[in-house]
C-alpha cells in the first residue's frame, strides 16, 4: 500500500453584511437590493467582519 498525504490548506476570509427587516415590505424588489447594498458597502466601510442592520421603520421615508 502507498502512503497518502493530506495537505489542510486555511484560506481565511472576512464577512461585511447588510440586513434590513420590515414588517410590510417595499413594493420593488429593487429597493430592498438598493438598501441592502448600501448597508454592506457601509460595513466594509467600518471594517471587517461587520454586521450592518437597519430596521425598515428608522430609514428616511421618501416624500410622495
Given at each position: ?10 484560506i ?53
Open positions: 500500500a502507498l502512503p497518502v498525504f493530506l495537505t489542510i490548506i486555511m481565511p476570509f472576512t464577512f461585511s453584511i447588510g440586513a434590513l427587516t420590515f414588517r410590510i415590505p417595499p413594493e420593488a424588489a429593487d429597493a430592498i437590493l438598493r438598501e441592502t447594498d448600501l448597508l454592506m458597502y457601509k460595513a466594509k466601510q467600518q471594517g471587517k467582519n461587520r454586521l450592518e442592520h437597519v430596521v425598515a421603520e428608522d430609514l428616511p421615508q421618501k416624500e410622495a
